[in-house]
Nanobody, 123 residues
Framework: QVQLVESGGGLVQAGGSLRLSCAASGRTFSSYVMGWFRQAPGKEREFVAVISWSGGSTYYADSVKGRFTISRDNTKNTVYLQMNSLKPEDTAVYYC????????????????WGQGTQVTVSS
């Protein structure tokens, strides 16, 4: 089992950058596939990015490709989401999530979730 805590959200102007972090507890963090999702007000939670246990494979939603970068440091039990060129439509609560194996994009395919961190992009 793993517990996840996100941080790094905040208010930023359009075109700016933020880096989100997700700290995981547990000794087996390196065995988990980690994903980032987001949920805007009145909308369903959606996939943003995912990274394999080794960090060697990543996959992004088309809406963030080229602007966001997911990475992980297994020595620190932490996964990151670097967000550049932010747009107002990126405003949402961002969640990290973990699953045992396989890069997946479905919300229901992840077993563990953090509490979320708010990102607000002003125009």
């Amino acid at each position: 089992q793993v517990q996840l805590v996100e941080s790094g959200g905040g208010l930023v102007q359009a075109g700016g950058s933020l880096r989100l972090s997700c700290a995981a507890s547990g000794r087996t963090f390196s065995s988990y596939v980690m994903g980032w999702f987001r949920q805007a007000p009145g909308k369903e939670r959606e996939f943003v990015a995912v990274i394999s246990w080794s960090g060697g494979s990543t996959y992004y939603a088309d809406s963030v490709k080229g602007r966001f970068t997911i990475s992980r440091d297994n020595t620190k039990n932490t996964v990151y989401l670097q967000m550049n060129s932010l747009k107002p439509e990126d405003t949402a609560v961002y969640y990290c999530a973990a699953r045992v194996r396989g890069l997946r994009v479905g919300v229901s395919e992840y077993d563990y979730w953090g509490q979320g961190t708010q990102v607000t992009v002003s125009s």
